[in-house]
């Protein structure tokens, strides 16, 4: 079984990190949380 697409609960400090390093390995990643600012916030640290 081959993973193409992951999901990330949580878009703190750490689940941005794991997302980044996720997508960097070239995986799609999905990045869910209940708080619309804690995604916006994930998508700047990930910018830099």
Known sequence: ?????VTVAGSGVLGSQIA???SYKGFNVTVYDI????V???KTRMER
């Not at 708080?35 to 804690?38: I, L, R, S």
Request: aromatic share 14%; no cysteine; charged share 35%.
């Open 1 to 5: 079984m081959k993973f193409k697409n």
């Open 35 to 38: 708080n619309d600012e804690a």
């Open 40 to 42: 916006d916030a994930a």
């Open 20 to 22: 980044y390093q996720i």
